[in-house]
C-alpha cells in the first residue's frame, strides 16, 4: 500500500459523503512475504481518526516450507545424537 494513495484515496471517500473507518495492511503476506509501511500508514490513519488493523504472516508458503524442513532434519540429527549417545552409554555401562 501506498500512503499518499492511501491519502488520497481516503479524501476521495470523505468528499463522496462516505465515511471511512478502518485500514487493513499487512506484515509479511503468505504468497510474497511482502510488508506494507506500517509506520507511515499509520500517520495517515492518526491523522484520519481511521482504526489501523494489521494481517501477518511470518513467512511465505514458500519459505515456510523450507524452514519446517530444515527444523524437521535439525530435530532428527539432535535426536539421533541423543539416542546414539544413550545407547552408547548402555554400551559402556
Same mark, same amino acid.
Given at each position: ?52 488493523? +494489521?494481517?501477518?504472516? *511470518? @513467512?511465505?508458503?514458500?519459505?515456510? #516450507?523450507?524452514?519446517? /524442513? &530444515?527444523?524437521? %532434519? +535439525?530435530?532428527?540429527? *539432535? @535426536?539421533?545424537?541423543?539416542?546414539? #549417545?544413550?545407547?552408547? /552409554? &548402555?554400551?559402556? %555401562?
Amino acid at each position: 500500500m501506498i500512503p499518499e494513495d492511501l491519502e488520497e484515496k481516503i479524501q476521495a471517500t470523505k468528499c463522496s459523503e462516505r465515511i471511512p473507518f478502518f485500514v487493513c495492511t499487512t506484515c509479511g503476506t503468505t504468497v510474497l512475504g511482502s510488508f506494507d509501511p506500517i509506520d507511515k500508514i499509520a500517520d495517515v490513519c492518526d491523522k484520519h481518526k481511521l482504526w489501523l488493523h +494489521v494481517d501477518v504472516s *511470518i @513467512l511465505s508458503y514458500d519459505l515456510m #516450507t523450507l524452514f519446517v /524442513r &530444515q527444523l524437521i %532434519s +535439525v530435530i532428527t540429527v *539432535i @535426536l539421533y545424537d541423543v539416542v546414539l #549417545t544413550a545407547s552408547n /552409554r &548402555q554400551a559402556a %555401562s
